[in-house]
């Protein structure tokens, strides 16, 4: 992994950022930023703005002010497309699939900018076409492997359990050859096996690919594993950020969060 400068802008940066959805704030002047190559952890309770910021992130929503920067630059006013374009991808609480396209076709279907969308290209440059589809197949099949789902590559994507549902998400994140993956709760409703098979991906991911992560997860023996920093959210603001053992032991995090869940622990 390269080192990164003091200097370098992070990968993600979200300043002052406003969101009120009729008379309730959401978010309320929230500020953080995520590092180049970790797995940072976003926590907090139900309500606390945690998917919001997702969807002020990735251009779903709009700000009613601050601003959202990669590498330092702004991009507060992109739609999704641009947002996805920068390179920062992400997944949805409840798997989003095609499903009556089979788990292939969706791979498929990620990649931008595909020659065959144009329909004068598959009359003047069917060889072209045919070679693009073939390398993105390619792709679609190894990022299958990797997430083992290639025994399910022709069912369709709606048959799938909402576990491998999930794993189809990570993979359709991965064939955009992201830089930062927001994955919202990737292990609610995922058995124990593909959990454990889940993490091991997105460590492997950001230990050999270098793909930063940002995951919302209510999973807390998950988020004590595989993020660091941890950061949490309450009331729409960032409350803290830390060592998931820092944060596990502070009692503003236990009143805030951990309080009625887990406040024996
Ligand atoms: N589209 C919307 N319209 C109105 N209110 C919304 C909308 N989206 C979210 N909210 C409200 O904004 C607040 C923050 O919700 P959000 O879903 O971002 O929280 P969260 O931290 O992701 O919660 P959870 O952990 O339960 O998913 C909640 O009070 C929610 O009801």
């Given at each position: 992994m390269t080192e990164i400068s003091a200097t370098e802008p992070p990968v993600l940066e979200v300043r002052d950022l406003v969101k009120d959805f009729g008379g309730l704030r959401a978010i309320d002047h929230c500020s953080l930023s995520v590092q180049e190559g970790k797995i940072t952890g976003l926590i907090g309770p139900n309500g606390a703005g945690k998917t919001t910021l997702f969807n002020l992130i990735t251009g779903y929503f709009t700000p009613d002010s601050g601003r959202v920067f990669t590498d330092g630059a702004?991009?507060?006013?992109?739609?999704p497309h641009g947002v996805f374009r920068r390179g920062i991808c992400r997944t949805f609480q409840i798997p989003r699939e095609h499903g009556t396209m089979s788990v292939l076709e969706n791979l498929m279907l990620?990649?931008?900018?595909?020659?065959?969308?144009?329909?004068w290209n598959c009359w003047l440059r069917p060889g072209a076409v045919r070679a693009q589809e073939r390398e993105i197949r390619a792709k679609a099949l190894e990022v299958l492997d990797f997430v083992n789902l290639t025994h399910l590559?022709?069912?369709?994507?709606?048959?799938?359990?909402g576990g491998q549902k999930k794993l189809l998400e990570l993979a359709r994140t991965l064939m955009a050859e992201p830089r930062l993956v927001l994955l919202d709760e990737p292990a609610a409703g995922v058995n124990r096996t593909l959990m454990k098979k889940l993490s091991e991906n997105i460590e492997y991911l950001r230990r050999e690919r270098g793909i930063t992560f940002l995951l919302i997860e209510h999973d807390m023996d998950l988020v004590m594993d595989l993020c660091d920093p941890v950061i949490v959210m309450s009331e729409g603001r960032r409350l803290m950020e830390g060592h998931p053992d820092e944060v596990r032991n502070d009692p503003t995090v236990l009143e805030a969060y951990l309080g009625g869940q887990y406040g024996a622990a």
């Open positions: 702004d991009i507060t006013s992109l739609p990620v990649p931008p900018d595909q020659l065959g969308e144009q329909f590559a022709h069912e369709y994507a709606g048959r799938l359990s």
